[in-house]
């Protein structure tokens, strides 16, 4: 048994997992006791599309972040830790800045440590690993969505593991950042909007059979804030949307209103998290793009949503 941190920085949020990874007589990591789990919203990602860059007050935000996640992991007695960063740092071109930023941070816990980025294809592949634990054999093949801020992964495999996988750049952030400045979006935007997620997503659908997928597994926080509302919750509860099962007219009627509302309404409800308000319109756009795909090619009819996501595929990779 050894205890390790994880750390993911995607493009809108950072997150921690400090868990306990046991592992069976041949080596192999085992399943993951949590020790503390922790997300923050710090739009690292603002802007890049546009500009290619991270600004400073993104970096500056983030790195407030990461210290409280140092603090835990010293607190915890977390050994070793992995800090995986997505989309938004592949496209950075000051992603240096970044880079020294995580090695100051983290190397005061750990020393050497640093964030890495990682290509969409391993991401896609952490996330399926974090994703299906739970699932067993008898629903594969699985078809895990892992939506993020500026990057989607689409990734098929069951539990001899991943037999293909393709990351999109599209995501929620990067979507509202191009698309969707309305509030609300008007018809214009939101068929724009439509235009872009078909095109980005054309060349996954060109290398992953999703028809043969006979469950579709949504992970990462537009899906599962869109999971807490069809649920309809009075508050954001990990527990009862783990591994809840939506119907996609539930999972459409709920993306058609998120679309539709303004920001002050999306803000009044009561599962949303403050950083995701002015971006879950366009992850909506997506789930509902996506859902089209699914019953089209694969014939399936409701969304699978898990809590457990690249996050865990990254702490079962340190043990």
Do not use: K
């Not at 935000?61 to 010293?74: C, D, N, P, S």
């Not at 060349?203 to 469950?215: F, G, Q, W, Y």
């Not at 809840?244 to 998120?258: G, K, S």
């Not at 002050?264 to 992850?283: Q, S, Y």
């Amino acid at each position: 048994m050894s205890r390790v941190a994880a750390v993911d920085c995607g493009t809108n949020s950072i997150r921690l997992l400090v868990a306990d990874v046991g592992g069976d007589s041949g080596g192999a990591a085992g399943p993951l006791a949590d020790v503390a789990r922790e997300m923050r919203v710090v739009r690292l990602g603002q802007g890049v599309d546009a500009t290619g860059a991270f600004v400073p007050e993104a970096i500056a935000r983030t790195r407030v972040a990461l210290e409280e996640y140092a603090g835990i992991i010293a607190d915890t007695g977390a050994t070793s830790v992995r800090m995986v960063a997505t989309s938004a740092t592949r496209d950075a071109a000051n992603r240096d800045e970044f880079f020294d930023m995580t090695a100051e941070v983290l190397g005061a816990v750990i020393p050497g440590a640093v964030a890495e980025v990682i290509s969409g294809d391993e991401e896609a592949e952490l996330s399926f690993a974090g994703a299906v634990g739970e699932l067993g054999a008898d629903g594969g093949p699985f078809a895990v969505v892992d939506l993020g801020g500026g990057s989607t992964e689409i990734v098929l495999g069951d539990d001899a593991g991943v037999h293909a996988a393709r990351s999109s750049d599209i995501g929620c952030v990067r979507l509202t950042e191009r698309c969707l400045p309305g509030d609300p979006p008007g018809a214009g935007e939101v068929a724009d909007a439509e235009e872009f997620i078909a095109e980005r997503f054309a060349a996954a659908l060109d290398v992953v059979p999703v028809e043969r997928a006979r469950t579709w597994v949504g992970v990462a926080g537009t899906m599962t804030t869109i999971a807490a509302i069809a649920l309809g919750l009075d508050r954001y509860d990990p527990e009862r949307i783990h591994l809840a099962r939506i119907p996609f007219d539930r999972l459409r009627d709920v993306c058609d209103r998120l679309v539709a509302m303004t920001r002050e309404e999306r803000a009044a409800l009561p599962v949303m998290h403050p950083g995701r308000v002015d971006v879950i319109g366009g992850g909506a756009l997506i789930t509902r793009a996506l859902a089209r795909v699914f019953e089209e090619r694969a014939g399936i009819g409701e969304l699978v949503v898990s809590e457990h996501d690249i996050l865990d595929g990254i702490a079962l990779s340190i043990g």
